[in-house]
């Protein structure tokens, strides 16, 4: 049989291991932060209806601007942004990979914080671009002064900030941004993943965007949206980053399905949305439950909890998937992370956690 190693791959792509979150059928999936509560049915037969027109000329090629997509999404975000300033492809991942294509690349750099978001060092080896492992304060804060630290140090082309970051949930303070803004010379992405879960009138990157053409905010449909399985992300930025990223997108990355779910899903954002402070009650309770059975949570402004405190969280993950409920082992050690989900699905986590040894000593 063939083998990876038989193939003439790219040498820097050699030992490389995919994204590989575990794809199990369980009755309780807090692994991979979704939104777990289904779309209310009124708005998908919207969507469903959308999808019947959009077929009807499908042997066309769908709008290469997707601009009625752009302009739902600036409406969205607000903050004075208009079509020109938003991009949008297969999820805020394909988005992250164009901002490399596009600014990063054999030669250059991207600095992240870590522990932080799987995909960046897979992105940037899939794009050639060296990554650079900045480390955060303690309790994973990031403060103005560290962060700035490391880009002096290292001036890397990009910065990719993470807000809240994933995996460890801790808010990023707009101080960090701009520090790390003025002290670099390259791209400074923001990717705001979670942003719909941040306390109600918590500020985000959005409001910085102006007079910093530097800066990108990067967001999803795939969390608070209830849309991880349409596969939508998105960015907010000076309207010349959107004509860099036309550089490098393939014509029509963007189906006319894609376009046509997505507008209709926006139209109803608000009932998109309408989880979302539901969601934010169970995570500050698994915050509270787990403090009072041993455990050291985090601080969380997103929709999933990482803790501390686990003896053993491989043998934690497995006796919980026995029970089936799949949470997710990130590779620090000592600490599982939890998505919050129904009140349903939080509950029966927390009763089977509470049911298993006693967290270690602290
Ligand atoms: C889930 C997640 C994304 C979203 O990825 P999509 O490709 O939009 O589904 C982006 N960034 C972070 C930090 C995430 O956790």
Redesign the pocket.
């Known amino acids: 049989m063939t083998s990876l190693d038989d193939l003439p791959l790219r040498p820097d792509l050699r030992g490389q291991t995919p994204y590989g979150a575990p794809q199990k059928i369980v009755p309780v999936a807090l692994n991979?932060?979704e939104n777990t509560h289904p779309i209310p049915e009124a708005v998908a037969h919207d969507i469903v209806a959308a999808l019947a027109q959009a077929i009807l000329t499908v042997n066309r090629y769908p709008d290469r601007e997707f601009t009625e997509l752009r302009e739902g999404l600036a409406r969205y975000l607000g903050h004075g942004l208009t079509a020109d300033n938003i991009w949008a492809a297969n999820?805020?991942?394909?988005v992250l990979q164009q901002v490399l294509q596009a600014f990063g690349g054999p030669g250059r750099t991207v600095l992240g914080f870590t522990p932080t978001?799987s995909?960046y060092p897979i992105l940037a080896a899939g794009t050639g671009t060296e990554w650079i492992p900045g480390q955060r304060d303690a309790d994973y804060e990031l403060s103005p002064q560290t962060a700035a630290e490391w880009v002096q140090r290292t001036n890397p082309d990009l910065v990719f900030l993470?807000a809240p970051n994933?995996p460890t949930g801790t808010p990023l303070p707009l101080d960090t941004i701009e520090a790390v803004y003025n002290a670099s010379t390259g791209i400074v992405v923001v990717?705001e993943?979670?942003a719909e879960f941040a306390p109600v009138g918590a500020p985000s990157a959005l409001s910085l965007l102006p007079g910093r053409p530097r800066l990108l905010v990067?967001r999803?449909?795939?969390?608070a949206f209830a849309f991880?399985g349409a596969?939508v992300?998105y960015l907010a930025a000076d309207p010349a980053v959107t004509d860099a990223l036309r550089l490098v997108r393939l014509p029509y990355h963007l189906s006319a399905l894609t376009q046509a779910a997505a507008n209709a899903a926006l139209a109803h954002s608000a009932e998109m949305l309408a989880m979302v402070d539901e969601i934010r009650g169970q995570r500050d309770r698994l915050v509270a439950e787990l403090t009072m059975l041993g455990y050291t949570p985090y601080r969380s402004w997103s929709n999933f909890v990482l803790f501390g405190g686990v003896t053993d969280p491989h043998s934690t993950f497995n006796a919980l998937l026995e029970e089936g409920i799949l949470i997710r082992d990130v590779g620090i050690p000592n600490h599982l992370r939890v998505t919050a989900g129904t009140e349903a699905e939080t509950t029966a986590f927390l009763e089977a956690i509470a049911r298993l040894d006693t967290p270690e000593a602290q």
């Open positions: 991979v932060n999820g805020s991942n394909e978001y995909m993470c994933n990717d993943a979670y990067s999803t449909m795939s969390k991880a596969r992300g």
